[in-house]
C-alpha cells in the first residue's frame, strides 16, 4: 500500500504545479483584488507576477468589458452553493496584456471559502492560437462559399478582403495589382477604413513598395502612415499593417494588405503567418475561379464557332448559290428587269460580307478588354453621330486575333484621320472603312466626295499617316475613285508591331 505524502510534501507539489502549469493562475479574493499570480500571467498578459499583487484583476481586463465582469464576480462569490465552473460559457471572453492587445482567452473557476471569506481561483488560458485557426477556417468557409455561388470575380475580391480584414481584427483591407509593367499598383478591392482607394491606381515605384511585392512571404509594417508608400495610403491614418503575396507563380503579381488605426497595437509573427495561410487559401479559391470562367469562355467560344461554321458552310453558300443562278439569266434579260437582277445580285453580295464580318466578330474573343474593332467603331461612332455622313464599316479576317496590339493601337488613329479629311475636304455623302487582317494589315477609306484637291492642303495629316505605315514597313497610297471620291488606302505587314 503505497505511503501517503506529508502535508508539506504535498503543499510544494502544489505550489510547483501552478509555478510550472503553461496555464496562469490567479487568486483573488472576494472584492476582486489579486493574492497570488503565477509566473505564466507574464507570458499571457505581459505583467510580472508581483505587479499584479494587491491590485484589482479587471487590469488584465479591456475597458469595455471590466463592468461586466465586476457584475458576475460578485454574483459568483455571493452564490451559493459554491461550486467551480468554466467563466462565460457560450461567450467570448477576452483579455488585455500590457501593450493593449486584446487576447481570447478561456477561464474556469474555483472557489474555496475559509472563515467566512471567498476567495478564487483562476485558471486562464491563452486560445489566441485556437481562435485564429477558428478564423481562419470560417473566413476561408465564406470564400468557398461564395465561390460556389457564382458570384463575380470582383464580389469575390471583396470576401477576401473583408475575411482578412476580420481575421486579424483590422480597421481596413486592400488587395492591389502590378499594372503598367510595375510603375503602378491597380486596387482590386478594398473594405473599412481603406474602401477609398477601391479602383485606384497607386504609384508602385517607391523601393519600399518594390521590396514588398518581391517578397515571397508576409512583410510586417509598424507605420504605414511613416513608410515609403503611395500617399494615398499613407493619408489613410493606418498604423500596423501586414502585407502578404496573393496568387499563384502563373498570375500577375499581387498583394493583400491589412492594418490597424495608428496608436493600436502591432502584429506579430502569429497575425503574419495566420494572414499567410488566408491568403494561400484565397490565391487558391481565385485560381480555381479564373479556371471556372475560363471553362465558361471556352464553352461560350466551342457554341460561337458552332453558329459561325454554319453560317459560313449553309447560309452563305445558299445565298452564293442563287447569286450566281441569277446572275447566270441576267443576259435573258434586258430593260428594268435586267436592272432590278443585277441590283439584287449586288444586294445579295453585300449580304455575304454582312455576314462574313458577323462570322468574324463570333470567332473573336469573348473576354478580355475591347478590341480593335470595338475601337474602330468608337471613332466611326464618333464622327457619324449628328452628322449627314453616312459611314459603312467593314472586317476581313480575324482582326483582334491576329493584329499585335501595338499595331492595332494604330487602327483608330488612321481610321481617325481619314475620317477628319473626308468631313473636312471631300463633302462626301457616304464613306466605306474595310480593315482587312491577311498578310497584311490593310485599312481602306473609300468616300464619294469630290476626290484629291488640285493643291494640297496646308496639314500634315496624310504625312503622318505615312510616316506611321513606314515606321512599320508598310506604306499609304492615297488616289482618286472612280466614279469620283478617293480611295485611302493604309497598309503594313500583320507581323509589325509588338504582341
Given at each position: 500500500m503505497a505511503e501517503t505524502p506529508a502535508v508539506g510534501s504535498f503543499t510544494d507539489?502544489?505550489?510547483?504545479?501552478?509555478?510550472?502549469?503553461?496555464?496562469?493562475?490567479?487568486?483573488?479574493?472576494?472584492?476582486?483584488s489579486v493574492l497570488f499570480a503565477s509566473p505564466a500571467v507574464e507570458t499571457i498578459f505581459g505583467y510580472a507576477p508581483e505587479e499584479l499583487v494587491g491590485h484589482n484583476y479587471?487590469?488584465?481586463l479591456p475597458d469595455d468589458r471590466r463592468a461586466v465582469h465586476a457584475d458576475h464576480h460578485r454574483g459568483f462569490v455571493t452564490s451559493r452553493p459554491l461550486q467551480g465552473r468554466p467563466m462565460g460559457v457560450g461567450l467570448d471572453l477576452i483579455g488585455r496584456s500590457r501593450s493593449g492587445r486584446r487576447i481570447p482567452i478561456e477561464v474556469a473557476l474555483v472557489p474555496i471559502e475559509s472563515d467566512g471569506d471567498v476567495i478564487v481561483g483562476a485558471f486562464i488560458r491563452d486560445i489566441t492560437a485556437r481562435r485564429r485557426t477558428l478564423d481562419q477556417l470560417s473566413a476561408i468557409n465564406t470564400l468557398m462559399a461564395h465561390l460556389l455561388e457564382g458570384s463575380p470575380l470582383s464580389e469575390t475580391l471583396d470576401v477576401v478582403s473583408v475575411g482578412a480584414s476580420n481575421l486579424l481584427t483590422g480597421a481596413g483591407s486592400w488587395i492591389v495589382r502590378v499594372a503598367d509593367g510595375g510603375?503602378?499598383?491597380?486596387?482590386?478591392?478594398?473594405?473599412?477604413?481603406?474602401?477609398?482607394?477601391?479602383?485606384?491606381?497607386?504609384?508602385?515605384?517607391?523601393?519600399?513598395?518594390?521590396?514588398?511585392l518581391a517578397a515571397e512571404g508576409p512583410e510586417?509594417?509598424?507605420?504605414?502612415?511613416?513608410?515609403?508608400?503611395p500617399a494615398e495610403v499613407r493619408s489613410l491614418a493606418m498604423g500596423p499593417a501586414v502585407v502578404v503575396p496573393l496568387g499563384t507563380a502563373d498570375q500577375p503579381r499581387a498583394a493583400l494588405a491589412v492594418a490597424r488605426r495608428t496608436g493600436e497595437p502591432a502584429y506579430g509573427s502569429g497575425d503574419a503567418e495566420s494572414l499567410g495561410r488566408f491568403a494561400d487559401a484565397a490565391g487558391v479559391a481565385l485560381g480555381l475561379r479564373r479556371a471556372r470562367d475560363q471553362l465558361e469562355e471556352m464553352a461560350s467560344v466551342v457554341e460561337h464557332e458552332r453558329i459561325a461554321r454554319d453560317l459560313h458552310d449553309t447560309v452563305i453558300q445558299r445565298i452564293f448559290g442563287t447569286a450566281m443562278q441569277l446572275e447566270s439569266v441576267v443576259h435573258l434579260a434586258e430593260g428594268p428587269v435586267g436592272d432590278r437582277i443585277n441590283q439584287a445580285v449586288e444586294d445579295l453580295d453585300e449580304i455575304i460580307r454582312d455576314i462574313r464580318t458577323t462570322i468574324f466578330n463570333l470567332q473573336r474573343p469573348v473576354s478580355g478588354s475591347s478590341g480593335l474593332r470595338d475601337s474602330v467603331r468608337e471613332v466611326t461612332d464618333e464622327y457619324s453621330s449628328g452628322s449627314d455622313l453616312a459611314i459603312r464599316v467593314g472586317f476581313e479576317g480575324a482582326v483582334d486575333t491576329l493584329v499585335a496590339h501595338d499595331l492595332a493601337t494604330q487602327v483608330p488613329i488612321v481610321v481617325r484621320e481619314a475620317l477628319s479629311n473626308v468631313v473636312?475636304?471631300?463633302?462626301?455623302?457616304?464613306?466605306e472603312?474595310?480593315?482587312?487582317?491577311?498578310?497584311?494589315?490593310?485599312?481602306?477609306?473609300?468616300?464619294?466626295?469630290?476626290?484629291?484637291?488640285?493643291?494640297?492642303s496646308g496639314g500634315h495629316g496624310l504625312a503622318n499617316l505615312a510616316a506611321r505605315a513606314e515606321e512599320q514597313g508598310g506604306e499609304l497610297d492615297v488616289r482618286w475613285r472612280r466614279p469620283t471620291g478617293t480611295l485611302l488606302r493604309w497598309r503594313v505587314p500583320l507581323g509589325a508591331g509588338a504582341g
Open positions: 507539489t502544489l505550489a510547483n504545479l501552478a509555478l510550472s502549469s503553461p496555464d496562469a493562475i490567479l487568486v483573488v479574493d472576494a472584492a476582486g479587471d487590469i488584465l510603375q503602378e499598383l491597380e486596387v482590386l478591392a478594398a473594405c473599412g477604413a481603406a474602401s477609398s482607394l477601391a479602383g485606384r491606381r497607386l504609384d508602385a515605384r517607391q523601393p519600399e513598395v518594390q521590396h514588398m510586417l509594417v509598424d507605420d504605414l502612415s511613416a513608410a515609403e508608400l473636312r475636304h471631300a463633302h462626301a455623302r457616304s464613306v472603312i474595310v480593315v482587312a487582317a491577311g498578310e497584311d494589315l490593310t485599312v481602306t477609306v473609300a468616300d464619294d466626295g469630290v476626290g484629291i484637291p488640285a493643291e494640297p
